[in-house]
């Protein structure tokens, strides 16, 4: 049996943003309230109408019902109610364990210089009874971007990508990175591809990152989400319509990395260029887990352009709605990747958690396929 009971769950908030998905909601509070412990929740729902289960749960959380703000102005109103050292965000249909949270934070308690943690994220889709599961990322498992300059840490997260925006952050460090960043994400509020490479950018620019090989997260996929269905940064980087976003990305990103670094304008520009060929270049099969020189990877974009000509037969695979099959296609490829939970911790445990809250609200499967 776990001890999350005899853990303490005060000292940090999970926000959850939602969007007209109350089966969605009410499953991750249902998931959330199952622990014994009371855990600090902030619900920011944008939906047209009332979560209508909200009498079920509103003595338990705080809940915020503003349908007439955007994503970014929400966020920014639930600044003020955090009252803990610590937060994080869960989208409402995914998963964090919060046993892992609690190591996270004592992983920080004890590393000052690091601002943010996580550990282990998988992702997972549910379909007739089954549930697959598999990796996101190349190599996930003990991460420590840990380099002393944000420029030098910049490189390092965006030559082997891991998505930072869902971790543990110090409540102090998330202020900062919400307040400074809310005018780039509303310029990129349709723009998926720069969104989560900004926040990514500003999150490392604040100091270090860990990620600590024990489970923390399932996010499921889904293939009519906004990241299936936006541009990819190849046709961001060198599309013509996107020019402007790209070019008021480098700016945004530029801007900050060199009042934070204190480093020549042309210079954090030049970084963070390098740093966008270096994402892009980590979908070319094995690539940068070549142990070449970084200069020498960077130096290779032509190979850039190769790959977004891929990618442009993926667009027209989305046209006649076989993408799915694609995608499905390369989690198979990402599954080499995947190292099985341990069975000296807590993972299996917290897994088997996870699958039965899946299982128990599998109508709401049953309703995308109807």
Not at 30 to 43: A, E, G, H, P
Not at 144 to 158: A, C, L, Q, V
Not at 174 to 200: C, M, P, Q
Request: proline share 4%; net charge positive.
């Amino acid at each position: 049996m776990s001890d999350l009971g005899k853990k303490s769950f005060d000292r940090f908030t999970i926000i959850i943003p939602t969007y007209n998905k109350p089966d969605y909601l009410k499953r991750i509070l249902t998931y959330f309230l199952s622990f014994k412990k009371r855990i600090n929740i902030i619900v920011l729902d944008g939906s047209d109408e009332v979560f209508p289960d909200i009498s079920v749960y509103e003595d338990k959380i705080e809940y915020l019902h503003t349908p007439k703000l955007d994503p970014f102005e929400r966020s920014k109103l639930a600044l003020n109610k955090i009252n803990t050292p610590y937060v994080l965000v869960c989208a409402d249909d995914d998963f964090v364990v919060p046993d892992a949270v609690i190591k996270v934070i004592d992983f920080l308690d004890n590393n000052p210089d690091y601002a943010s943690g996580q550990g282990v994220s998988y992702s997972f889709y549910y379909k007739n009874h089954f549930i697959e599961k598999y990796s996101p990322f190349w190599d996930m498992n003990n991460r420590k971007i840990n380099d002393n300059t944000p420029s030098e840490r910049i490189i390092n997260i965006m030559s082997n990508w891991i998505l930072i925006a869902y971790s543990v952050f110090r409540t102090e460090v998330f202020k900062v990175i919400n307040e400074n960043i809310y005018f780039g994400l509303k310029v990129f509020r349709y723009n998926t591809a720069l969104t989560e490479l900004l926040y990514n950018i500003y999150t490392i620019i604040e100091g270090k990152h860990i990620v600590l090989p024990l489970l923390y997260s399932a996010r499921e996929v889904a293939f009519n989400s906004s990241g299936y269905i936006t541009a990819f940064l190849e046709e961001v980087v060198y599309k013509k319509k996107y020019r402007q976003d790209y070019q008021n990305f480098l700016q945004f990103t530029s801007e900050y990395l060199s009042k934070e670094e204190k480093i020549d304008i042309e210079e954090a520009r030049r970084v963070i260029k390098n740093a966008v060929y270096c994402f892009i270049c980590i979908f070319l099969p094995g690539f940068y887990h070549i142990p070449l020189p970084r200069k020498l990877k960077n130096s290779l974009r032509c190979m850039v352009f190769v790959l977004w000509m891929g990618r442009s037969v993926i667009s027209i695979l989305r046209k006649i709605k076989l993408d799915g099959i694609f995608i499905r296609i390369m989690h198979k490829i990402f599954r080499r990747n995947d190292k099985p939970l341990s069975p000296d911790t807590q993972d299996i445990e917290n897994w088997n958690k996870i699958e039965e809250y899946i299982k128990k609200f599998d109508f709401l499967y049953k309703k995308q396929s109807a």
